[in-house]
């Protein structure tokens, strides 16, 4: 009786919630194929159609849940562009940004690049995830404008041309790069075993972005 209440008690916005909650967590334990979506109920402590107000099945809620991840993933990008900062130094604060919310969510960053979605069967994952990426080309591209009249690091004649096929290269360049760094913070290869020293952490993703923009041949 005191369950039925409580799948009652949901509204619109606490069911998804809910769901979301309960599959992270399975994603966590079992990896994002190893349950179903009448697992995620019971996780979640809902009746086993409660889901289908919202999603047709479990692959369109781990959609809508990786959609949710960019976003917040976005928003933190989008925090650092509001910091008083040279184009540069935007750059590897959103970096910092990146491997910061890969690392406090590792279930979330494997769904969101992993297989288990097709992200051009959701609108709302797919434009999710382009927004994002979209963020670090802009951020790219400001730096490659600024640097037309000046290296950003030493103050010598820019090398970089504005464009944005040149931008997007750099943002694949730098998103590699910074995605690796993550999956090895996460997975403990960078310290032999033990979390890396966030300082070490903050110096090595600096020296690689830096190395990156400055320094990659035409």
Request: proline share 2%.
């Amino acid at each position: 009786m005191e369950k039925a209440s409580i799948k009652k008690s949901y509204h619109h916005g606490d069911l998804k919630k809910a769901l979301h909650a309960a599959a992270l967590a399975l994603i966590s334990e079992k990896g994002s194929r190893g349950f179903t979506l009448a697992e995620i109920c019971k996780r979640a402590g809902v009746s086993i159609a409660a889901p289908y107000r919202h999603y047709e099945s479990k692959e369109a809620l781990l959609a809508s849940l990786a959609a949710e991840g960019y976003s917040i993933l976005d928003a933190g990008l989008q925090r650092v562009l509001q910091e008083d900062l040279s184009h540069l130094e935007k750059l590897v604060e959103m970096g910092k940004a990146y491997v910061r919310f890969a690392v406090a969510n590792p279930s979330m960053l494997h769904l969101m690049f992993g297989s288990s979605v097709n992200k051009d069967n959701y609108a709302e994952l797919d434009r999710a995830a382009k927004n994002t990426y979209g963020t670090l080309v802009k951020q790219v591209y400001e730096f490659l404008g600024a640097s037309l009249d000046g290296d950003a690091v030493s103050g010598a004649p820019g090398s970089f041309g504005g464009n944005l096929a040149r931008a997007d290269f750099l943002s694949m360049t730098l998103w590699s790069f910074i995605h690796g760094v993550s999956m090895l913070e996460i997975d403990r290869h960078l310290n032999h075993g033990a979390p890396q020293c966030e300082e070490v952490l903050d110096r090595l993703i600096r020296h690689g972005t830096i190395a990156i923009m400055t320094g990659i041949p035409q």
